[in-house]
């Protein structure tokens, strides 16, 4: 089955710094990719979504870059602040109904 | 904002007691998903709801586990003998839709703790 791996698994940034947080798949029919932000507490957000027929999409701070041939998403985040602190999680999916998650991404932001 | 209600929040069980969680899933969504998640790791996929009928769950659910959706508004996850291991977030989700369109909505779990 679908297999997503996620880097780094944490990084500490101080407030105002870029991150990138990385996403790979293994399943080549997977075709939407949604990434969720989980804050200490609280439920998981949606925060950003891609399809396979896309390259680029971005939502204020947040880029989404994806790579069919390689199976690579990235999740660039700008200016950070002291609320993006939390888990991020990439997942994918195929054409049918089931998401499989990352293995997550743990950002602090120093402020 | 889409709402989906997990009820309780916190539930502590001894071995080998049966334990029960609840989900009232957003209106209107006609599928339902419960995850696992084990010390804010990756979520562990347990069962699939598409207008209240299981269409998917894995072998450990089918084994000890009983999940049903007797009404659209109303889902419940059970373990019928609690193990150690199954110490963890149980995270409810909803959506409205067929196949995988829509997003997926989560509540904010039950976390069960079993002594």
């Known amino acids: 089955g679908e297999q997503v791996e996620q880097l780094p698994s944490s990084l500490i940034v101080q407030e105002g710094a870029s991150v990138l947080i990385n996403c790979s798949y293994t399943?080549?029919?997977?075709?939407?990719f949604p990434w969720y932000k989980q804050e200490p507490g609280k439920r998981l957000q949606f925060i950003i979504d891609i399809r396979s027929n896309m390259e680029r999409k971005q939502n204020q701070r947040l880029t989404l870059l994806f790579d069919k041939k390689t199976k690579h998403l990235s999740l660039h985040i700008t200016a950070t602040q002291p609320g993006d602190s939390a888990i991020y999680f990439c997942?994918?999916?195929?054409?049918?109904?089931?998401?499989?998650f990352g293995t997550g991404t743990s950002l602090l932001v120093d402020p | 904002d889409a709402a989906v209600t997990q009820k309780p929040r916190y539930l502590i069980k001894m071995k080998g007691q049966e334990a029960e969680m609840k989900c009232i899933p957003e209106k209107g969504h006609t599928a339902v998903f419960w995850y696992q998640q084990k010390q804010s790791k990756e979520l562990k996929f347990l069962i699939y709801?598409?207008?209240?009928?299981?269409?998917?769950q894995i072998d450990m659910v089918k084994e000890r586990f009983s999940a049903v959706c007797p009404s659209s508004s109303l889902c419940s996850l059970g373990i019928r003998t609690c193990e150690a291991e199954d110490s963890a977030l149980y995270l409810c989700s909803s959506r409205e839709g067929l196949g995988g369109q829509g997003t997926l909505y989560f509540g904010a779990g039950t976390r069960l703790s079993v002594l």
């Open positions: 709801f598409q207008n209240q009928q299981p269409l998917d």
């Open positions: 997942s994918a999916r195929n054409m049918g109904y089931k998401l499989t």
């Open positions: 399943d080549s029919a997977s075709v939407y």
